[in-house]
């Protein structure tokens, strides 16, 4: 059977070119933390999680730290309860940048994302936004859901593929959700 073009992205991005990523982190690292870009750099990723080159769809490519959530150390003016290092957050990377996405384009609703590459101190994310007052997006049969306001915000509620996948809603079963819950197991020894 022959292949399509979105098969052979996606087998190039199984090894992608080490010298053209590094020179393009290199580029994005002098950019800004949340740039708009014009187009998706994985089209294949993209396409499967619902992008589509229309007005009303907006790519986002975000960059987050590595390495912990470790804070410098506060040695003056502070309780030592209230100087904290680090804290642990329960949110994977990726949830972390469609967040912040969302906060800088507040009219926007986050769809999906994915991991387009990292370096020795950044992660760097594609971010689908869409529109969901633009008219192509209001006549688009595949974006009605977005019209109903128990979606708005979703991104902060978990309700993304990020998001459910960090709050540990991965299951074998599509019915099932995986029990019991973090928060529940952390209750257990109370």
């Known amino acids: 059977m022959a292949k399509g073009f979105y098969s052979y992205v996606r087998e190039a991005w199984k090894k992608p070119d080490e010298k053209l990523l590094r020179e393009r982190m290199i580029e994005w690292r002098s950019s800004s933390v949340i740039t708009r870009i014009e187009k998706p750099l994985r089209l294949d990723r993209a396409r499967s999680l619902g992008y589509k080159a229309k007005k ?21 003016g502070r309780r030592s309860v209230r100087q904290t290092v680090r804290k642990t957050l329960k949110m994977n990377y990726q949830w972390v940048a ?3 996405a969302a906060r800088k ?17 950044h992660y760097f ?20 859901w977005l019209q109903n306001p128990a979606n708005r915000g979703r991104v902060f509620r978990g309700l993304t593929s990020a ?10 079963s599509p019915n099932l959700k995986v029990r019991p819950s973090l928060r529940a197991w952390s209750r257990r020894g109370k």
């Open 56 to 76: 009303g769809i907006v790519m986002v490519r975000v960059r987050i730290l590595r390495g912990g959530r470790k804070r410098t150390r506060i040695n003056k």
């Open 125 to 144: 994310f594609e971010v689908i936004l869409v529109n969901p007052n633009a008219p192509e997006i209001k006549s688009d049969k595949t974006f009605t």
């Open 98 to 100: 469609e967040q912040r």
């Open 163 to 172: 998001g459910k996948k960090s709050r540990g809603l991965r299951s074998k």
């Open 105 to 121: 384009f507040t009219n926007l609703e986050v769809l999906n994302s994915y991991n387009i590459g990292k370096d020795g101190r």
